[in-house]
């Protein structure tokens, strides 16, 4: 219940608003008790405005966060189809009308589950429930997938139409952040993402926010604390379709927080000594000697050949962030 309630001790002077007072006893004092709390809280929040909870920075984006369907700025429509497993596009307009009326089956087979990469026609889906398509006009369009029934998140590239895996594994569902495939979801339901196309964020298993950075070359998952993201705004496009944008504090991982959260622990970067098993030492014997055993690495040796390594995504483009003073 809400109370409505305007109180002007001036007219309670008068014996006519004594009595028409008498009855509104009650939600008076209730009014002035809500008064109180207001002002009790505004002091509370001008007390703690500057407090920053251990290890966070305090990063905020705002990110569109569509459900099933999404506008791009063109004005097409994207849907995906969690029952027939597809990924539909509705142009702004057709041969008869001169609106959004008839789709086309841009990815995956209709009625065929499944998860295979590669061609957007050839590839599969099971059971996708939500998308986002990048708007930053520098940068070739993306659109990112919530493949739910595959446990992981894809992405689409606009210009070549090849369909990738960002992070998540179909063979196993469950929650871990870690790089890439190695991270585990389960069930991701929809999918925010910030203008530029850097920071991915994903509706898991219905209660856990998940945070993709975007920009490393290997995409890396995290966990975040629960409000973390906030609803901003939201809207209609289409008389039908609505859009929402979150805000969303990247850094504010459940892991920092104390939360127990199954973290995936990579060997890469441990070089081990394999050529022979007394010693690691340099050996003098020609056959053994580490200037020319394949097997024995130097640290820097081998870091120079990971670097040669191309992206993990054929399809991703590379992403230069801009400096930190603009």
Not at 44 to 65: C, E, H, K, M, S
Not at 72 to 101: C, F, N
Request: aromatic share 10%; charged share 20%.
């Amino acid at each position: 219940m809400v109370l409505d309630v305007v109180f002007r001790p001036e007219l309670y002077k008068t014996s006519s608003a004594r009595f028409l007072y008498k009855d509104m006893a009650v939600p008076i004092v209730l009014h002035l008790l809500l008064l109180w709390q207001a002002h009790a809280q505004t002091a509370a929040n001008q007390n703690n405005q500057n407090f920053q909870p251990p290890g966070f920075q305090n990063r905020y984006y705002q990110v569109l966060w569509p459900a099933q369907t999404v506008v791009d700025e063109t004005g097409q429509i994207w849907i995906v189809d969690a029952r027939y497993h597809q990924v539909l596009l509705m142009k702004t307009t057709s041969r008869y009308v001169s609106w959004p009326a008839f789709y086309t089956e841009y990815a995956g087979t209709r009625g065929l589950s499944g998860y295979v990469d590669g061609s957007r026609l050839k590839a599969r889906f099971n059971a996708p429930s939500g998308l986002v398509i990048s708007t930053d006009p520098r940068r070739p369009r993306r659109i990112y997938i919530a493949d739910s029934g595959n446990h992981c998140i894809r992405v689409v590239a606009y210009e070549s139409g090849r369909i990738a895996t960002v992070a998540g594994s179909p063979v196993t569902k469950g929650w871990r952040d870690g790089p890439g495939q190695e991270a585990k979801f389960e069930q991701p339901s929809s999918l925010g993402m910030d203008p530029e196309g850097l920071h991915l964020f994903v509706l898991d298993n219905f209660r856990r926010i998940r945070y993709i950075q975007l920009y490393l070359k290997k995409k890396t998952v995290s966990t975040l604390v629960g409000g973390a993201c906030r609803a901003v705004a939201r809207w209609t496009v289409y008389e039908s379709i609505v859009q929402r944008r979150v805000g969303c504090h990247p850094d504010w991982s459940a892991t920092l927080a104390g939360e127990q959260v199954d973290v995936y622990v990579s060997g890469e970067g441990i070089f081990k000594c394999t050529g022979h098993q007394a010693t690691c030492a340099p050996r003098n014997h020609p056959a053994l000697a580490d200037r020319v055993s394949t097997q024995l690495l130097s640290k820097a040796y081998a870091q120079s050949l990971l670097e040669g390594i191309p992206p993990e995504d054929p399809y991703d483009m590379p992403l230069v962030l801009p400096p930190a003073s603009q």
